[in-house]
């Protein structure tokens, strides 16, 4: 699996962490937001947009972190 971020600032809510997880394909699998000032966070197994698009401005991201957010 691949995993990458990014963030997007959220006006009184601070960054929004946004994370994806593909396949060798780069197909996104499932992705997550998390607003680490709030503690929320969103979870989306089987997301509508399977495409990264903009991969340039993504972050690379470890499967650590996904799976920590995803709770496994």
Request: with cysteine; hydrophobic share 35%.
């Given at each position: 699996?691949?995993y990458y971020k990014t963030a997007q600032f959220?006006?009184?809510?601070?960054?929004?962490?946004?994370?994806?997880?593909?396949?060798d394909k780069e197909t996104v699998l499932r992705?997550?937001?998390?607003?680490?000032?709030?503690?929320?966070?969103?979870?989306?197994?089987?997301?509508?947009?399977?495409?990264?698009?903009?991969?340039?401005?993504?972050?690379?991201a470890t499967s650590d972190e996904f799976m920590?957010?995803?709770?496994?």
């Amino acid at each position: 699996m691949i995993y990458y971020k990014t963030a997007q600032f959220i006006p009184g809510k601070g960054d929004a962490w946004t994370y994806y997880e593909c396949d060798d394909k780069e197909t996104v699998l499932r992705q997550l937001t998390h607003i680490p000032a709030t503690e929320e966070i969103t979870r989306v197994p089987d997301p509508i947009v399977k495409k990264l698009y903009r991969k340039e401005l993504l972050q690379d991201a470890t499967s650590d972190e996904f799976m920590q957010l995803w709770g496994e």
